[in-house]
């Protein structure tokens, strides 16, 4: 479960920035909308949080941050070469941000204990790195890692909490590396939960990294993940009686590489192609439909019920970047209302999106205060994250009429009618 995200100077979000899962001590929709942790120093964390803000206010940057760091976690090791670069992108409309690292950190909780991870970064290399443990109320410093320029080497130090050939996986990271990617690419049992959380429990979904169809065809091919995918659409007033799989073979090419000879060859072979066809019941009669029939909202629904199911069954964070592209309003809300729902969610799943749906805000016992957050730019075109409990809204106060006047920052400032006077 995702405790806490720390972001500095990435692309448009300059000064630090934190997105907190931390509940307030407010009651309100406690035994719902938060999940009991048994970590006294975080007793209750949020199941959801929405983000708003305008066009280019910053919000999509911020799970960008987290998809970045994700991805430096999981190939750092593997797939970075040695003397290769990253492509981050500090923020470059002042230029002492720009020659500054990028710095990220997440907390999070597996098993009852608490990791606090982060490094800071420049194109060149990682030049800085610490990973916190909280097995107890007191933190173990399990290492932590830093560039000494005028040595041009980088300086550790570790803590007793971990255990194994620290100097092997310390001499085996390169400048460009995570420390610990690289022991965990080396065997660290210590470190893998902290890796495997990045890789396996933390999904995010935005324009760089969409939905793929093939995770909900999977579970549509099984009798147990076929109904609870129509179950699912069925909860969300769709008229699906069932979905079947055709799988048939058609030709296709594949590529071959030869490594021994160093040649690529081009074959043609029999590929499988699956093909949905979606069962529609009412009361007065009944048909089959293809999925170029079927609306996008349905489609993107289906798609996204795939990765949402094993999401809610095994605990996971689900991060999503404009959630209402293609989905109606009440679609989104039945969504959230499934992650707020015990017996749906019993693993402590959690779901962080983006969206310019007002109309959540009001909806009734959808959000409490601190799960909204809003994101706006200043006037250095630095983006700013702020959360709707810091106004201090009354109980019944219209928080979408209270936002798009401005009330909570986040709306665009619009000027003669974006220019159509004359």
């Avoid at 290492?143 to 570790?158: I, L, N, P, Q």
């Avoid at 959630?323 to 969610?345: I, K, M, Q, Y």
Wanted: hydrophobic share 40%; glycine share 6%.
């Amino acid at each position: 479960m995702l405790v806490e995200f720390r972001v500095t100077n990435f692309r448009s979000l300059r000064d630090e920035q934190v997105l907190s899962l931390v509940a307030s001590k407010d009651k309100t929709l406690q035994d719902t909308h938060t999940l009991e942790t048994g970590v006294n120093a975080v007793p209750k964390l949020l199941r959801s949080a929405v983000i708003y803000g305008a066009n280019a206010s910053g919000k999509s940057n911020l799970v960008k941050a987290l998809q970045y760091m994700r991805g430096v976690v999981i190939e750092s090791a593997s797939m970075i070469q040695p003397g290769q670069t990253y492509a981050v992108q500090p923020f470059r409309l002042d230029t002492e941000s720009a020659s500054q690292p990028t710095e990220f950190e997440a907390t999070f909780l597996l098993d009852g204990v608490r990791y606090q991870y982060g490094f800071a970064m420049t194109p060149e290399r990682i030049v800085r790195e610490h990973l916190m443990v909280y097995k107890a109320f007191k933190p173990q410093r399990w290492f932590e890692r830093r560039y000494d320029a005028e040595t041009g080497k980088d300086v550790y130090d570790f803590g007793p909490g971990l255990k194994g050939p620290k100097n092997v996986w310390e001499g085996a990271t390169r400048p460009n590396a995570l420390f610990l990617s690289m022991a965990v690419q080396l065997n660290s049992e210590a470190l893998r939960p902290v890796f495997d959380w990045f890789s396996g429990k933390l999904v995010v979904f935005n324009e760089q990294a969409q939905l793929n169809p093939q995770i909900a065809i999977q579970r549509l091919k099984e009798p147990e993940g076929r109904k609870e995918i129509c179950n699912f659409l069925s909860s969300a007033d769709i008229s699906i009686a069932d979905i079947d799989v055709v799988t048939r073979k058609v030709p296709g090419q594949a590529v071959h590489f030869d490594l021994v000879a160093g040649k690529t060859e081009v074959r043609t072979e029999e590929m499988e192609e699956n093909q949905l066809r979606f069962h529609h019941i009412t009361e007065n009669g009944k048909a089959v439909f293809d999925i170029s029939e079927e609306s996008s909202g349905t489609r993107n629904l289906l798609f996204l019920s795939g990765p949402v199911l094993d999401i809610l069954a095994n605990g996971l964070t689900l991060v999503i970047d404009e959630l209402d592209t293609s989905l109606h309003t009440l679609l989104v809300r039945e969504l959230v209302r499934l992650f707020h729902c015990p017996e749906a969610n019993k693993g402590g799943a959690q779901l962080i999106f983006t969206t310019h749906d007002t109309s959540l805000l009001d909806a009734p016992n959808l959000f409490r205060r601190d799960q909204v957050w809003f994101v706006e730019k200043d006037r250095d075109q630095a983006s700013g994250l702020v959360a709707l409990s810091e106004f201090s809204p009354r109980k019944n106060e219209a928080l979408e009429r209270g936002y798009l006047m401005g009330r909570y920052g986040g709306v665009p400032f619009l000027t003669d009618t974006l220019g159509l006077k004359h």
